[in-house]
């Protein structure tokens, strides 16, 4: 999997994911997906370009989405594709992490 | 009856072959992408359980699937040498009501029954039979 981390305006971090998120992918990206949100309290995670969701990658979305929660910011997933969507309802994580369709509406529901 | 067969071991790092398997034998079979994407879920949700929880031995252990097209869809047949265990008759998972309370892991076997139309355990001569249909 690739794992990139971007800084934009207001504070906010983009990580954009691109992959299959099984367990071989998941164990490419978690040590830079907790690093790069360790201190972030508005978090996009952009998840157009992952191709496959498996449970052992909601869990890296689960712990970090707990983590960042926990201090007491704000992390969405952005547009996922149809197949990735329908894994992500089916878990229930589309009620815990919001799912936004385009970057200005994650940008607000991330923003303080 | 059109059918392929792989025979995988007990590592995880064996998921991947599985996949490319599942793809190419997708592929020749005519299977649709949406079906093959809720097919390689449960493969490797399945698969990665029974690797990680049914042997307590450092021994190899082949893992057998087979995928066929009949007549009510596509199948696929999951085959091991594990510890009985059948996954259907696990709880159901709960949705947690928010962040603070979701538990972490549990969740393997509920996309897989979320995913497949038609699904069948069985134990049999030793082995645990699992055939999930979409």
């Known amino acids: 999997m690739q794992i990139e ?3 934009l305006s207001g504070g906010i971090t983009s990580i954009k994911l691109a992959g299959r998120m099984d ?22 995670v952009d998840l157009s370009g992952v191709s496959f969701l498996a449970s052992i990658g909601i869990r890296t979305l689960l712990l970090t989405a707990k983590a960042v929660s926990g201090r007491g910011g704000k992390i969405v997933l952005l547009n996922p594709d149809d197949n990735v969507t329908k894994v992500l309802e089916m878990a229930g994580i589309d009620t815990l992490i919001p799912i936004c369709r385009s970057l200005d509406d994650a940008r607000s529901a991330v923003a303080a | 009856m059109l059918g392929e067969q792989i025979v995988i071991a007990n590592q995880l790092g064996e ?33 990665a359980n029974i690797i990680t929880h049914a042997y307590d031995d450092k021994k190899h252990h082949d893992i057998i699937l087979e995928m066929h097209k009949t007549a009510e869809g596509t199948n696929l047949v999951i085959r091991d040498d594990g510890f009985p265990f059948n996954p259907l008759e696990m709880p159901e998972h709960e949705s947690p009501q928010g962040l603070a309370e979701a538990q972490i892991g549990g969740l393997g076997v509920h996309l897989i029954k979320r995913m497949v139309s038609r699904c069948h355990y069985q134990r049999e001569n030793g082995f645990n039979i699992l055939s999930l249909g979409v």
């Open chain 1, 5 to 7: 981390a971007e800084t």
């Open chain 1, 23 to 44: 367990v071989q992918g998941a164990q490419e990206i978690d040590l830079k997906f907790t690093g790069y949100t360790a201190k972030q309290t508005a978090v996009i």
């Open chain 2, 15 to 47: 998921l991947r072959r599985m996949t490319e398997w599942l793809h190419d034998s997708g592929n020749v079979m005519c299977v649709a992408n949406d079906v093959l994407f809720k097919l390689d879920l449960c493969a490797n949700e399945a698969v």
